[in-house]
């Protein structure tokens, strides 16, 4: 009876030494999975830091990046301005130095101008006497603004210059005009027709035609015989058909 207490009582000890030995163990266990938590979640923390620290380092090296890139476009656009100002300032050189040639072109430009306008007055006084009063009116026009000192010297030059330009054009073109001439007091109205600078061919109204050439300065009778090219030459000149191959009535070369 004694041993079967005895046995009991160690069964029963040896039980709650189990139940301790159990007890513990499950709190040790229970610790290290708080341990392993509070772990993980520490790792998750710092994890995300090292992904904010990241983001942020890629900011960053993207605005220092543009930052770079801001600068050299700067340093571009400043070298750029430079080399557009040094073209500015030559170019005011060069007009500064015209600036100051300006008073001597003047001065050089006024004796050449009055060349240039007793030239074409003794050239027109001297050619074949067609459209004179158009002419002559030209003339006067220049030496009114060759005197006027309110006018510039340029505007002087550019009105002599197309006076010139009229008179040459004068030369490489068939014309005719109408104009009224006075023979022996009675007044006749007449087209003329312009052979360049070579002849003029007066048409009167009753079908008789005089000439006048370059060589021959003075208006004598032409043949009828020319009545047809005249009347072609006339036609082509007034625009009234298109240009065509006619004989005109000039002199041949002369003979020995």
């Known amino acids: 009876m004694s041993q079967l207490k005895s046995r009991l009582r160690t069964a029963l000890a040896v039980g709650l030494g189990s139940m301790l030995v159990a007890g513990a163990a499950h709190a040790q266990l ?8 509070q772990s993980t979640q520490e790792g998750a923390r710092a994890q995300q830091q090292i992904n904010d620290v990241a983001d942020r380092a890629g900011d960053l090296e993207r605005e220092y990046l543009a930052l770079r890139q801001q ?38 430009l006024t004796p050449m101008l009055l060349e240039m306008y007793v030239a074409i007055e003794e050239f027109v006084t001297n050619d074949l006497p067609f459209q004179s009063d158009v002419r002559r009116a030209r003339l006067d026009n220049i030496e009114q603004l060759l005197g006027d000192a309110s006018v510039p010297p340029a505007e002087k030059y550019r009105v002599i210059l197309n006076a010139y330009e009229i008179e040459a054009a004068y030369g490489r073109s068939l014309r005719t005009y109408g104009e009224e001439v006075v023979i022996d007091g009675v007044p006749n109205e007449v087209n003329v027709l312009q052979f360049g600078r070579v002849a003029l061919v007066r048409i009167f109204q009753n079908g008789s035609m005089e000439i006048m050439t370059q060589s021959n300065p003075e ?38």
């Not at 009828?224 to 005109?248: C, M």
Request: net charge negative; charged share 25%; aromatic share 6%.
């Open 219 to 256: 208006w004598r009778s032409l043949s009828g015989s020319h009545a047809n090219n005249v009347q072609r030459a006339l036609r082509i000149a007034q625009e009234v058909t298109t240009p065509d191959v006619f004989v005109a009535p000039l002199p041949g070369p002369a003979t020995r």
């Open 71 to 108: 600068i050299e476009d700067q340093r571009v656009y400043v070298e750029q301005q430079e080399v557009f100002l040094r073209s500015q300032a030559n170019e005011l050189e060069a007009l500064q130095f015209q600036l100051e040639r300006v008073g001597s072109i003047e001065r050089d």
């Open 30 to 37: 229970d610790q290290a999975l708080q341990v392993a938590r």
